[in-house]
């Protein structure tokens, strides 16, 4: 089984008691699958930082899946994290492989829809990371084809299980807040300095790279807005592409706030909700990414637990009474769980492609109303 370092360390100031590391000895990640009576394999297509830190190790910790195949052109860094996985040197070499039932797709934005196009071509289903595609045009072009095909197609919103995110979803059904009036939630960084990587060339930028994430929680909340409003900017020197965001969507009563900076040293905040009844904030980032970067297996014990509870404020008398809310516990493995259960035809699709063109549709928008520097109607 996975080794253990005792007596455990803290990631991200969250104590996790028992520590498992990645990799997982040979034949780990296939003895999980193997102990659900019908493992379905899967070709995990890209291995750079989302496909190493995110999928493979979500994959390999949900039973019923086996990551089967990984398409890489550096197999010793695939083969050093998962031994015994087959590595193809494209994504033709996967999908000719009648065993594969499952492609995730985890490569840059830009490859997103052809190679989902040729995924579904060759009979399989289909997950990819977000964003759906590099354009609106394009995401539509993929969820077409693949309800003509009859076959899965789901994006990869994973922060629909943020601890933060699942923590206010409760607050809000159970009417600690009241009518929600205003809804602000931030993604801010300090990254000052330019890197040379894909995310920041022309095209690309931090509402194709954020933006899913912020949008899609605000239409998973409250439905679809009757206006957008975005003002996008380069801050860095020497930027390419935007590195700043800021969203406002317009509802009737309530106004969403969509922000996301990278040159903001005080990144603490993560979310100001604001209703009849109450206030909610919350600081600090849900720790389960910064767990999958130092190799802490999903699903070990402490995972997606919240060390920041967030501050729940209520009128009192002639005052207010502010009190801690510990977080429901973040929960990524939820989503490749419900993907296997929608394979086996028991279960629902997680994020089905109608709920992943909404956000692409809002992107589209928003790129439009900076352009022209006003607010545009849906």
Request: net charge negative.
């Amino acid at each position: 089984m996975t080794r253990e370092e005792p007596p455990g360390r803290k990631i991200g100031g969250f104590f996790f008691g028992r520590v498992q590391t990645l990799p997982l000895p040979p034949g780990e990640g296939y003895k999980r699958a193997m102990s659900s009576p019908l493992p379905f394999k899967v070709a995990l297509v890209g291995y750079g930082f989302v496909g190493k830190t995110f999928h493979a190790p979500l994959i390999v910790a949900t039973p019923g899946l086996l990551l089967h195949t990984v398409v890489s052109s550096d197999p010793a860094k695939v083969l050093a994290d998962h031994p015994g996985v087959k590595v193809a040197p494209d994504l033709a070499a996967a999908l000719a492989d009648a065993e594969i039932d499952l492609v995730v797709i985890a490569t840059p934005d830009p490859l997103h829809a052809s190679q989902a196009h040729a995924a579904l071509d060759a009979g399989k289903a289909v997950v990819i990371d977000k964003p759906f595609a590099a354009t609106l045009d394009e995401a539509r072009a993929v969820a077409d084809h693949a309800r003509r095909a009859g076959k899965l197609l789901s994006i990869f919103h994973n922060r629909r299980w943020d601890s933060d995110f699942l923590t206010l979803k409760a607050l809000i059904a159970d009417g600690s807040l009241g009518e929600v009036v205003q809804y602000e939630s931030h993604f801010d960084r300090f990254r000052p300095v330019v890197r040379d990587r894909w995310r920041e060339k022309p095209g690309a930028g931090a509402l194709l790279d954020l933006g899913p994430h912020l949008i899609d929680q605000a239409l998973q909340l409250f439905g679809s807005p009757q206006a957008v409003y975005a003002d996008l900017a380069v801050q860095k020197d020497g930027g390419q592409a935007p590195d700043y965001f800021h969203l406002v969507l317009r509802y009737p009563r309530l106004r969403v706030l969509l922000h996301a900076s990278q040159m903001t040293l005080d990144s603490r905040l993560r979310m100001a909700v604001h209703g009849t009844r109450g206030s909610f904030v919350k600081q600090g980032l849900d720790e389960q990414e910064n767990a999958l970067r130092a190799g802490i297996v999903p699903g070990s014990e402490g995972w997606g637990a919240d060390p920041r509870p967030g501050t729940l404020t209520v009128p009192d008398g002639e005052g207010t009474a502010s009190r801690a809310v510990a977080g429901v516990p973040g929960d990524y493995l939820a989503y490749y769980a419900a993907i296997r259960d929608a394979l086996s035809g028991h279960g629902a699709n997680p994020v089905p492609p109608e709920e992943a063109l909404a956000v692409m549709e809002l992107i589209d928008l928003a790129q439009r109303s900076a352009a022209e520097g006003r607010e545009l109607s849906l």
